[in-house]
T-cell receptor
């Protein structure tokens, strides 16, 4: 069965610095997708970035990049130049298969950006 | 990407009663998903709703407690039946919104309090 683990319940980062949020996963499938979502205090779920298991390049979306290490089964999110508005819960999620399917979420990391 | 309208946004209910949550998507989607998010926790998948077939429930969730309807490709409902205070949570629906980015879009959530 698939499993997602986020071992950092809370993280602090200084404004304008970079931060890495950890995510490890476990699956027996060769084909899978990895996602990161942001959930601010308002509760909405905001899609940040996606990495497919066969993608050779690390995904990037603006200030977000995904450090994908397939052999280690890790998919860490890197946020560069942190902003105060980045303070939120961040969830790593996985879907088995590359097409449609359910998302399973990790426990989440609460990021606080300090001015 | 798809937009989901979810309602109600919040409700306070008496124990023993039932509440039906509705999600309307502005485009046709194959699968819709229902999640529960208990206070300070991650998202836990309740079930996957396919149009024209019975929903597929995750371990720990049963149809009698959480009946789901999916009458067409743009609409789904989740009913929380015979509620107890332990059912107090945020309930979110989701659908895969864009096959290119593989992102999933979420409704704004229903904050349920059972008294």
């Amino acid at each position: 069965a698939q499993k997602i683990t986020q071992t950092q319940p809370g993280m602090f980062v200084q404004e304008k610095e970079a931060v890495t949020l950890d995510c490890t996963y476990d699956t027996s499938d060769q084909s899978y997708g990895l996602f990161w979502y942001k959930q601010p205090s308002s509760g909405e779920m905001i899609f940040l970035i996606y990495q497919g298991s066969y993608d050779e390049q690390n995904a990037t979306e603006g200030r977000y990049s995904l450090n994908f290490q397939k052999a280690r089964k890790s998919a860490n999110l890197v946020i560069s130049a942190s902003q105060l508005g980045d303070s939120a819960m961040y969830f790593c999620a996985m879907r088995e298969g590359l097409q449609g399917g359910k998302l399973i979420f990790g426990q989440g990391t609460e990021l606080s950006v300090k001015p | 990407s798809a937009v989901i309208s979810q309602k109600p946004s919040r409700d306070i209910c008496q124990r023993g009663t039932s509440l039906t949550i509705q999600c309307q998507v502005d485009s046709q989607v194959t699968m819709m998903f229902w999640y529960r998010q208990q206070p300070g926790q991650s998202l836990t998948l309740i079930a996957t709703a396919n149009q024209g077939s019975e929903a597929t429930y995750e371990s720990g969730f049963v149809i009698d407690k959480f009946p789901i309807s999916r009458p067409n490709l743009t609409f789904s409902t989740l009913t929380v039946s015979n509620m107890s205070p332990e059912d107090s949570s945020i309930y979110l629906c989701s659908a895969q919104s864009d096959s290119v980015t593989n992102g999933y879009t979420f409704g704004s959530g229903t904050r349920l309090t059972v008294v």
